[in-house]
């Protein structure tokens, strides 16, 4: 069955990029919808955008333009770029083939 | 935004116990509405989806109700596995949004 896994660095700098990738396997990512929520105790469940497997993206306004999907087909693998973050960044990022599969989910935390 | 609002907030029951959440959307959202559920340290996991159809592997102890505004989630007899926080969603319109969960505790 399908399996999504998030990687990427369990700790950010303030004002720095945040950067995971989520890897899709025992299926296709194409003609599918991605997505990237996050949770943290202060603002509980926030959907952040989704991409669709030829690219086109949807964002959450209240990231106010921090935010940067992109999909690789080939690796079947899609990304979650969120600039300039501070404290209130710090969640367990969850990436989801809505709404049926989500990954485990990865903390990041930001902090110097 | 759309937001949707959950009550109670919490919960305590007992096991064998019929219980009901409820969920209200600030517009109407058709049938757009899914519930979660999630336990401690692991992902949501989807249990209805379109306010009533129940996702495949979930028992039948689950069921949800309601279109428009004003939705349920109710489970007929509750299990020790049932305890947990559950969450709806609403995909009607972007940004899709959650609500502030309702944590099922063991009474």
């Known amino acids: 069955q399908v399996q999504l896994q998030e990687s990427g660095p369990g700790l950010v700098k303030p004002s720095e990029t945040l950067s995971l990738t989520c890897t899709v396997s025992?299926?296709?990512?194409?003609?599918?919808?991605w997505s990237w929520i996050r949770q943290s105790p202060v603002k509980g469940l926030e959907w952040i955008g989704y991409?669709?497997?030829?690219?086109?993206?949807n964002y959450n306004p209240s990231l106010k333009g921090r935010v940067t999907m992109s999909v690789d087909t080939s690796r079947s693998q899609f990304s979650l770029r969120l600039t300039s973050v501070t404290a209130a960044d710090t969640a367990v990022y969850y990436c989801?083939?809505?709404?049926?599969?989500w990954g485990q989910g990865t903390l990041v935390t930001v902090s110097s | 935004d759309i937001q949707v609002t959950q009550s109670p907030s919490s919960l305590s029951a007992s096991i064998g116990d019929r219980v009901t959440i409820t969920c209200r959307a600030s517009?109407?959202?058709?049938?757009?509405l899914h519930w979660h559920q999630q336990t401690p340290g692991k992902a949501p996991k989807l249990l209805i989806y379109?306010?009533?159809t129940l996702q495949s592997g979930v028992p039948s102890r689950f069921s949800g109700s309601g279109s428009g505004t004003d939705f349920t989630l109710t489970i007929s007899s509750l299990q020790p596995e049932d305890f947990a926080t559950y969450y709806c969603?609403?995909?009607?319109?972007?940004?899709?949004?959650f609500g502030q969960g309702t944590k099922l505790e063991i009474k």
């Open positions: 989801a083939r809505p709404w049926t599969i």
């Open positions: 025992g299926g296709s990512i194409n003609n599918y919808y």
């Open positions: 991409i669709y497997y030829s690219g086109s993206t």
């Open positions: 517009q109407d959202i058709n049938n757009y």
């Open positions: 379109a306010a009533t």
């Open positions: 969603q609403q995909s009607y319109g972007t940004p899709y949004t």
